[in-house]
C-alpha cells in the first residue's frame, strides 16, 4: 500500500465513524440501543422499525438471516436425538401470501438503505429462499451469485424418504445493476481457507462452499437454533466489504454477523433482533 493509499484509507474510516455515528445519534436515537460500542451498535427491536428510521444510501452490505418459516410441528434430528422443528413463534408461516408481503416488506426496505453500490446477501432452504429470489428481481435488484453453502456434517433424515438436506443457498445481489459493487476476488482466490474441503489454494474461489456446521466453541454464550458458523460470515464479510464499510444485519439471532465484523478492522456494525434473549446472547459475544 502507498502512502496515499493509507491516507485515502484512513480518510475514509473517519469519514464512515462519522456517518456511523450520525445514523445512531440521529437516525436511530429514538431506539434504545442493547448493545453499543465504537463500531457496533445492537437493537432489540423489529427490524422494519430500524430499516423505516434508517436513512437512504447509507449501507454497504446487508446480510440477512430471515425466518425460514420451518416451525409446523414436525421433528428433525439434532445431535443423533429426534428433536421438534418448532423455534418459535417468530419462525411460525402465516400462509404463503403474508410470508412472500413480510419478504417484500423487509427486502423493499433493504434496498432503500443500500448505497448505490452495495450488495445484500440472504441465506435460506427452499422453505424460504425462492421467495426471496422471487421479491429481489421483483425489487430490481441485480443477483450476482447464488452460493451453495455445503454442510459436511449435516443432520441426517429420520423418515428416510426423501434426499437429506446437507445445504443452505445464500443469494447475493447488488443493489444497482449499472454499479461498481465490492468483491475481493484477490482474498477469495489467494486466502486460506483451511476449513472448507473444496476450495483448492490460489485458485478462484467457487459457488460451493463446504463449511461444517457451527463449532461448539462458538455456542459457549449460548444457543440460536439456526446460527450460523463464524468460518461462513467471516467469507462473507471478507469478499464484499472494504475498511470504512457499514454492516447491517436486520435478523441478527446469535450476532455472528457482528463478531466477523468486529475481527475485521474498520467494519461498522448495526444488528437488530426482535427475541430479548438472543440479544442477549449477541451482546454477550460482541463484547
Known sequence: MTVQ?????????????????KIITNHLHGFPLYYNSEKAALYNEDCLSI????????????????PYFLSNNGFTCQGGKMVSVNKGKWDKSKGFENDLAFHNLWISECKRVLKPEGTIWI???????YACGYILQANGYH??????????????NLSCRFFTASHETLLWARKDEKAK???????????????????QPN?????????????????????????KPYDL???????????????????????????????????Y?????????YCELSKNRLS
Open 143 to 156: 443477483i450476482l451469485n447464488d452460493i451453495c453453502w455445503f454442510k459436511p456434517n449435516a443432520s441426517p
Open 51 to 66: 430499516l423505516k428510521a434508517l436513512p437512504e444510501n447509507c449501507i454497504d452490505m446487508i446480510f440477512a438471516d430471515p
Open 269 to 277: 456494525f448495526i444488528g437488530v433482533e426482535v427475541e430479548t434473549e
Open 181 to 199: 459493487h465490492t468483491f475481493n476476488y484477490g482474498k477469495m482466490k489467494n486466502g486460506d481457507y483451511p476449513e472448507d474441503k473444496i476450495k
Open 123 to 129: 441465506s435460506g432452504t427452499y422453505h424460504s429462499i
Open 203 to 227: 485458485l478462484q474461489m467457487r459457488s460451493v462452499w463446504s463449511i461444517a456446521l457451527t463449532k461448539p466453541s462458538e455456542k459457549q454464550y449460548g444457543k440460536h437454533p439456526t446460527q
Open 233 to 267: 460470515l467471516k467469507r462473507i464479510v471478507l469478499a464484499s466489504t472494504n475498511e470504512g464499510d457499514i454492516v447491517l444485519d436486520p435478523f441478527c439471532g446469535s450476532g455472528t454477523t457482528g463478531v466477523a465484523c468486529q475481527n475485521f478492522a474498520n467494519r
Open 5 to 21: 493509499q493509507h491516507l485515502d484509507l484512513v480518510e475514509k474510516t473517519l469519514d464512515a465513524g462519522s456517518v456511523f455515528s
